[in-house]
């Protein structure tokens, strides 16, 4: 019940938030010096004609007017056609995004499982030797660049061992089931064990290139709110009624030294879809980073939109997602 | 049959090759169904004797020493497996802050569950319900799905002697087990904690600060000082014919709550150290002793072996220690009226957007005071006491009545009511600690108020001098930071910033309770004497009774964010009218006899 309400609050301020991201994404390409009506003619086309696809684009009307006109568009489902696909914009996201919530979704278990396996290794050498080492490994291992990562990871398992595929989803040949978009569930629920095991693979190297970097934080707070925690009278009345220290650990100090990970994880997940954009690129992985750099290259206004709106939304929902597991894990946040 | 016993057991800080003595080879012994009570001020070494029963000693802490047997088994060379098999089955602890010492994020049935399952002990859910019954907790099973913070801390602190109990063990040990709680639920707990002990036949070491409570719970004291047992005997010998003089000296700092007032007995400066320990040669008491000589400088009397024994050369000095003389007037005549309060009320907004619901924390408040008076708020937490105070320095802003501050309205606090606020009335925290800002010089933090008026630098140096003298505060203090002084001295600071433009009301919100009873004493003369020298009001909020009377002309009774009661203190104290204020009093522990 609690739940829902505090769904339905964050509802009332995700709409706001929409209109005004929507409106300055609007203006801020508007203002770009690209022409799309030219660009969607052929080179030979005379000015006329150019002239004549603009009015017919509605872009010889005041930018206002035209974001009004869009708007209501969009409000209805329809973010129009794109300039050079000549597709239902719609239907380009609908293809391309879940692939990108897939892969984003799988760096998030890579950096989740690292950073919280490296925060309990971090917490247990605390006080020893080997704890500068371990702090030095986890600083290198934020300050590569996810990009970097990509192409390190492309050089040393992709051609040197040859040990993992680095282009697309799929092996050559192989047809993929299209039930929900998202390609291991498809492959999960068509009952294809061979598509799963290679589009399991080929997510590998770009779910570790873009995971990777964001599990040194989450090991630096796990660890630091394992110390905090540490300090609580519970933990020592535990010790005293004589419960082992991994019964304390797994079952009294991480079940509160987890929710600020938690916290930190919601936050990172914004950046990190942000960030899937280079790595899909460089895998050349059909999401909605490269649709994205495609349409940027071709000024394909509609797609721009379109993708930016979508980011804004994902990350949106992603933050109600994280409060709303706060919540269930979090009794004192409950309603007394 | 002992259950625990003590032989010359020392404990000892490791540090850079040096070794600081902790607790210095202290004996005990407790017997079935004994209370043995550990009482001393805080760096006593009172907690580190708990904490070397579990052998759960801080970092670089260790047994240096001596013999501790449980049931006849040696604890310090036990290995760690079979002490741990030990601890919650034969020795149980009881905790000092019942609401931070269970997990927040887990049920208490499960911390039951655990507890149970650990015992090995079959249908858990029966007997937690049997358990948590035993401790008179209402509706036993409904309280199984709660969470800690659902309940209040006296709950909290029955779940854990439940807790405590659950397995019958041998051993109880409760530090401080209700300091933190009110005095009305301190008494409910103490009676359960004396009927479960009766229950069970089980040996309690009881640690506390508080000398009165010692009175009526123990039958056996250990007085410490300085890591070290200074006293030792039947509880009733100890403090009703204290030999050594330290125990005459706390007894002395405490105010009475029957009889004539009397002036506090303050022992100048505070205990001890670690550093200092490793320094001193003689008696560790002797530089704030009154009766010391050259002989307890020059080495460390012994105890004794007798049944009531103190470690002191001149024992039968002691009860010639007197209280000072009372030199200070105690009744003031009051002046003009400071403050007029009629009909206050604060509402705070409880609950969601959607399920709107409020909560009065203070309702038709209706008090004067005139200059020169001290009143006292009492009231248990949650009783609106703190709030009446902080809507009278203007920190929360009514949402009734209005509020006549020397002469001007100002309920609607205006800028113009807040300069009128900030000339007329200052306000000293509880907690020095965090009231200090740790990154200015103490004479900066006494004159702030100077600072907001643009005073010339060479006038608040001079200032400040005179307020670090009238605190009794050396002149170098000044220069310090906060984290450089006492929790004593940094009170002082802290009263010094309130007074240093002397407003005509001072509202001091528990400012003696956390502090050693010695530091209160120094602080509650203090204040006396500030009353004699300076003009101002004091409304002075505090749980502590017998603070109130020692202090104040007149009290307010807070219950319920209202006032239920109000007259001059030593009326309502001998003959309290109403039903609240009769609970509170008869809710203290009473007086020690007095030689």
């Given at each position: 019940m609690q739940l829902l309400a505090t769904l339905g609050r964050r509802l009332l301020v995700v709409l706001p938030i929409l209109f005004v991201v929507s409106a300055l994404l609007f203006t801020a390409l508007r203002v770009l010096p690209v022409d799309p009506a030219a660009m969607s003619m052929p080179p030979t086309?005379?000015?006329?004609?150019?002239?004549?696809?603009?009015?017919?684009?509605?872009?010889?009307?005041?930018?206002?007017?035209?974001?009004?006109?869009?708007?209501?568009?969009?409000?209805?489902?329809?973010?129009?056609?794109?300039?050079?696909?000549?597709r239902d914009v719609v239907e380009l996201v609908r293809q391309t995004l879940p692939a990108t919530i897939e892969l984003a979704l799988c760096a998030m278990l890579v950096a989740a499982v690292l950073g919280l396996a490296g925060g309990l290794l971090l917490f247990a050498l605390r006080d020893n030797p080997a704890e500068p080492v371990a702090e030095t490994g986890t600083t290198l291992m934020m300050s590569v660049p996810e990009f970097l990562w990509a192409l390190l990871f492309i050089f040393v398992f992709g051609v040197a061992l040859q040990a993992m595929p680095f282009t697309g989803r799929l092996d050559p040949g192989m047809i993929r089931p299209d039930i929900?978009?998202?390609?291991l569930l498809d492959a999960l629920l068509a009952g294809r064990l061979d598509i799963l095991r290679s589009a399991?693979?080929?997510?590998?190297?770009?779910?570790?290139?873009?995971?990777?970097?964001?599990?040194?934080?989450?090991?630096r707070v796990l660890r630091s709110s394992l110390l905090d925690v540490y300090h609580e009278d519970y933990i020592h009345q535990a010790r005293l009624r004589g419960l082992s220290e991994t019964r304390i650990l797994l079952r009294h100090a991480l079940k509160n030294a987890i929710l600020p990970t938690l916290t930190l994880m919601?936050?990172?997940?914004?950046?990190?879809?942000?960030?899937?954009?280079?790595?899909?690129?460089?895998?050349?992985?059909?999401?909605?980073?490269?649709?994205?750099?495609?349409?940027?290259?071709?000024?394909?206004?509609?797609?721009?939109?379109?993708?930016?709106?979508?980011?804004?939304?994902?990350?949106?929902?992603?933050?109600?997602?994280?409060?709303?597991?706060?919540?269930?894990?979090?009794?004192?946040?409950?309603?007394? | 049959m002992t259950v625990l016993r003590a032989e010359a057991l020392s404990v000892a800080l490791r540090q850079g090759g040096a070794e600081i003595p902790v607790l210095n080879r202290i004996d005990l012994a407790l017997a079935p169904g004994r209370v043995l009570g550990l009482v001393g001020e805080s760096g006593a070494g009172k907690s580190m004797i708990g904490r070397t029963v579990a052998q759960l000693l801080p970092p670089h802490f260790a047994?240096?020493?001596?013999?501790?047997?449980?049931?006849?088994?040696?604890?310090?060379?036990?290995?760690?497996?079979?002490?741990?098999?030990?601890?919650?089955?034969?020795?149980?602890?009881?905790?000092?802050?019942?609401?931070?010492?269970?997990?927040?994020?887990?049920?208490?049935?499960?911390?039951?569950?655990?507890?149970?399952?650990?015992?090995?002990?079959?249908?858990?859910?029966?007997?937690?319900v049997?358990?948590?019954?035993?401790?008179?907790?209402?509706?036993?099973?409904?309280?199984?799905?709660?969470?800690?913070?659902?309940?209040?801390?006296?709950?909290?602190?029955?779940?854990?002697?439940?807790?405590?109990?659950?397995?019958?063990?041998?051993?109880?040990?409760?530090?401080?087990?209700?300091?933190?709680?009110d005095v009305t639920i301190q008494a409910r707990i103490m009676e359960l904690m004396q009927e479960m002990r009766a229950r069970d036949g089980t040996?309690?070491?009881?640690?506390?600060?508080?000398?009165?409570?010692?009175?009526?719970?123990?039958?056996?004291?250990?007085?410490?000082?300085?890591?070290?047992?200074?006293e030792q005997g039947p509880a009733a010998a100890v403090l009703g014919g204290p030999r050594h003089p330290y125990t005459r000296c706390l007894q002395l700092a405490i105010p009475a709550m029957t009889g004539p007032r009397r002036a506090l007995l303050a022992l100048p400066e505070q205990m001890p150290g670690l550093r200092a320990m490793t320094t001193l040669r003689g008696c560790r008491f002797a530089p704030r002793c009154p009766l010391a000589a050259e002989q307890c400088r020059a080495a460390p009397p012994p105890l004794g072996t007798e049944d009531h024994r103190a470690a002191c050369f001149r024992a039968e000095l002691t009860p010639t220690i007197a209280p000072p003389e009372e030199t200070l007037a105690t009744h003031i005549q009051p002046g003009n009226p400071v403050l007029d309060v009629a009909g206050l009320g604060k509402r705070f907004r409880t609950g969601s957007l959607f399920r709107p619901g409020h909560m009065d924390a203070v309702s038709e408040a209706s008090l004067a005071i005139a200059?020169?008076?001290?009143?006292?708020?009492?009231?248990?937490?949650?009783?609106?006491?703190?709030?009446?105070?902080?809507?009278?320095?203007?920190?929360?802003?009514?949402?009734?009545?209005?509020?006549?501050?020397?002469?001007?309205?100002?309920?609607?606090?205006?800028e113009a009511d807040r300069r009128h606020r900030v000339r007329n009335v200052q306000m000293v925290f509880q907690d020095p600690q965090s009231a200090l800002n740790p990154r200015r010089r103490v004479a900066a933090i006494m004159t702030q108020a100077m600072e907001a008026v643009g005073a010339p630098a060479a006038e608040r140096a001079r200032r400040a001098a005179e307020l670090l003298a009238e605190m009794g505060l050396a002149p170098e203090t000044g220069a310090r930071s906060p984290a450089q002084l006492s929790g004593g001295q940094r009170q002082r600071v802290n009263i010094a910033r309130a007074l240093c433009t002397v407003p005509p009301l001072l509202v001091a919100d528990e400012i003696v309770s956390g502090l050693d009873v010695s530091v209160q004493a120094q602080l509650l003369n203090l204040l006396r004497r500030l009353r004699a020298e300076l003009d101002f009001a004091l409304l002075f909020i505090s749980h502590d009774l017998a603070v109130v009377r020692h202090v104040c002309d007149r009290v307010l009774v807070m219950h319920r964010g209202r006032i239920v009661e109000h007259g001059p203190t030593e009326q309502v104290f001998a003959a309290p009218r109403h039903e609240y204020t009769r609970t509170l009093l008869d809710s203290m522990p009473k007086d020690f006899p007095m030689a």
């Open positions: 086309a005379t000015r006329d004609e150019i002239e004549a696809a603009r009015r017919a684009m509605g872009l010889d009307q005041p930018l206002p007017q035209q974001y009004a006109i869009w708007l209501g568009h969009v409000v209805h489902g329809d973010f129009g056609r794109s300039i050079h696909l000549r929900t978009g998202f390609l399991a693979a080929h997510m590998v190297l770009p779910a570790f290139a873009l995971g990777i970097a964001f599990a040194p934080p989450i090991m919601g936050v990172q997940f914004g950046f990190l879809f942000g960030g899937s954009l280079l790595v899909e690129v460089i895998y050349s992985y059909p999401g909605l980073g490269n649709l994205m750099v495609d349409a940027v290259r071709n000024a394909d206004l509609p797609i721009i939109q379109a993708v930016g709106l979508t980011y804004c939304v994902v990350v949106l929902v992603i933050n109600s997602v994280v409060d709303g597991l706060y919540l269930t894990l979090n009794p004192r946040l409950r309603a007394r | 047994v240096s020493g001596g013999k501790l047997e449980f049931a006849g088994r040696d604890l310090v060379s036990m290995p760690p497996r079979a002490r741990r098999a030990l601890l919650g089955r034969e020795i149980a602890f009881i905790p000092q802050e019942p609401l931070t010492a269970l997990n927040p994020v887990r049920t208490i049935g499960s911390q039951f569950a655990e507890h149970f399952a650990r015992l090995g002990e079959g249908d858990h859910r029966a007997r937690t049997a358990a948590l019954e035993a401790v008179h907790l209402p509706d036993p099973a409904g309280l199984l799905a709660r969470y800690p913070h659902q309940l209040s801390g006296g709950m909290c602190q029955r779940v854990l002697i439940a807790m405590a109990f659950a397995s019958r063990p041998k051993l109880v040990v409760a530090d401080e087990p209700t300091t933190a709680l040996a309690v070491l009881f640690i506390t600060h508080d000398l009165r409570l010692a009175a009526q719970v123990c039958d056996d004291i250990a007085v410490l000082y300085a890591g070290s047992v200074v200059s020169g008076e001290f009143v006292a708020v009492v009231g248990e937490s949650g009783s609106g006491k703190s709030t009446l105070g902080r809507l009278l320095v203007g920190l929360e802003r009514p949402t009734a009545g209005r509020i006549l501050l020397a002469g001007r309205d100002v309920t609607a606090g205006t």
